[in-house]
């Protein structure tokens, strides 16, 4: 079975300062990972995404996240946020012990202040 | 493209009544996944449909149940409605079997009264 926890359910943060949002999964076998993004009254937007190779993944709008499988983590960070990244930011797991379907996590809410 | 749509936006209905929920996929992906995702809380898997078959089914009772169109497109059929069936509901389109990424739509909003 597969899981995720993100350590948070609220980040506040000012404007222009850095980010880390937490997030840790448990599988049992090799796992792609993912970040998605939900502003409000709308769908899930990706983010970005670990399938293989470097551990190290950019996505858009500035986010990375690193992936340490000796930590099961896959952490999101921003060195500098913006107002408009006031968002609820989901960490999902999928891999062969969950059929390849993404198991999300209950979410962070990142508030950005001004 | 206009990606992943769904319809309605909003629904309400009351206790006991059946609702059908509608997703066309994005252009060219012909595996649709609903979730259900309740207020504060992430996207549970309901299921996934695959050349008009479901594939996958997460744990839902059979008052959840499905069917995908020839054209790839989908429906969502929820029975005898429970107040606790009110949440947000999501359809997902993706390329691949191993969805290594899957487009979203805005959701419809049910509300069981």
């Known amino acids: 079975a597969q899981s995720v926890t993100q350590l948070d359910s609220q980040v506040p943060v000012f404007e222009e300062a850095p980010v880390e949002l937490r997030c840790n999964y448990s599988?049992?076998?090799?796992?792609?990972l993912f970040w998605y993004v939900q502003y409000p009254n709308q769908g899930l937007q990706l983010l970005l995404k670990?399938?293989?190779?470097?551990?190290l993944v950019k996505g858009i709008n500035g986010f990375e996240a690193e992936f340490n499988k000796s930590q099961t983590s896959f952490h999101l960070r921003k060195p500098s946020v913006h107002i408009s990244d006031t968002a609820e930011y989901f960490c999902?797991?999928?891999?062969?012990?969950?059929?390849?379907?993404?198991?999300f996590g209950r979410g962070t809410s990142l508030i950005v202040h001004p | 493209d206009a990606g992943v749509t769904q319809s309605p936006t909003h629904l309400i209905k009351t206790r006991g009544q059946q609702v059908t929920l509608r997703c066309s996929p994005k252009?060219?992906?012909?595996?649709v996944s609903w979730y259900q995702q309740a207020l504060g809380q992430g996207p549970q898997f309901i299921f996934q449909?695959?050349?008009?078959?479901?594939?996958q089914r997460g744990n839902f009772p059979d008052r959840f149940s499905g069917h995908q169109f020839p054209n790839y497109s989908s429906e969502l059929n929820v029975n005898a409605l429970l107040l606790g069936d009110s949440a947000l509901y999501l359809c997902?389109?993706?390329?691949?079997?191993?969805?290594?990424?899957?487009?979203f739509g805005q959701g419809t909003r049910l509300t069981v009264v």
């Open positions: 997902a389109s993706s390329l691949d079997a191993l969805v290594t990424e899957a487009f």
């Open positions: 599988s049992s076998v090799s796992v792609y």
């Open positions: 670990y399938l293989s190779g470097s551990t």
């Open positions: 999902a797991v999928s891999g062969p012990g969950g059929s390849y379907i993404p198991t």
């Open positions: 252009s060219g992906h012909d595996t």
């Open positions: 449909y695959y050349e008009e078959e479901e594939r």
